[in-house]
């Protein structure tokens, strides 16, 4: 009897350490191929790349954060599966990059937005747009709110979100921390264009 207890009790350790290493392998692959589908949304400008072909949705931005070591590229959508593999672009919001309201980004707290609890106000990153425009922000405030505030939407800034605490013991809390940054430049990928002038084809305004 112990002989087959302890076979069944082998079985089932391999059995759960090879879900686990199915698991790691399985989010290791989505990350290269999202990072692959960004590198050629990069060069399609106009076009929706999926990381894979059966995705509901595709890459649209990338968030580079030096003083965290955080290069994050934005999947459309921020539904629960996206969000399982890469932060989510929130798109009842307003647009990446837009300047007349405010964009959201959201992430889990436990992997992609982990980060966000260190973050400080005065902090600099940078948002690419699909379209090679990249964007400079610093970060202006970090605050817990309730899960249903939208009110912040309003104000044109850059907001990413997440669930608080970071250390609850269960999952689905009724409050998030809201991270908000303004922009405070952007330089415009060059275009085609004809003016002598602007042979460069590339501006750069400060708002």
């Given amino acids: 009897m112990k002989k087959w207890l302890s076979a069944g009790l082998l079985i089932l350790g391999l059995g759960l350490f090879g879900h686990g290493a199915y698991m790691q392998g399985k989010a290791w692959l989505a990350q290269l191929l999202i990072e692959q589908a960004w590198q050629q949304a990069l060069k399609t400008p106009e076009a929706k790349v999926k990381p894979w072909f ?42 990446l990059g837009s300047k007349q309201a405010g964009a959201l980004i959201a992430g889990h707290n436990d992997t992609h937005f982990a980060f966000l609890q260190h973050v400080k106000v005065g902090e600099q990153f ?5 379209n090679g425009t990249l964007q400079h922000y610093k970060v202006t405030g970090s605050e817990v709110i309730h ?61």
């Avoid at 890459?59 to 629960?80: C, D, F, I, M, Y």
């Fill in 54 to 95: 059966y995705a509901d949705s595709y890459v649209t931005a990338q968030l580079n954060w030096p003083a965290h070591n955080e290069k994050l590229t934005v999947l459309a959508g921020a539904s629960g599966r996206n969000l399982a593999f890469a932060p989510s672009h929130f798109l009842p919001a307003a647009e």
């Fill in 126 to 130: 940078t948002l690419q747009l699909q």
């Fill in 147 to 207: 899960e249903s505030e939208n009110t912040f939407l309003h104000t044109a800034q850059l907001y990413l979100l997440t669930c608080y605490p970071f250390d609850a013991l269960a999952s689905g809390t009724e409050f998030r921390l809201l991270v908000s940054a303004d922009m405070i430049s952007e330089v415009v990928r060059s275009v085609e264009i004809s003016s002598p002038d602007s042979a460069l084809g590339i501006s750069t305004t400060n708002s």
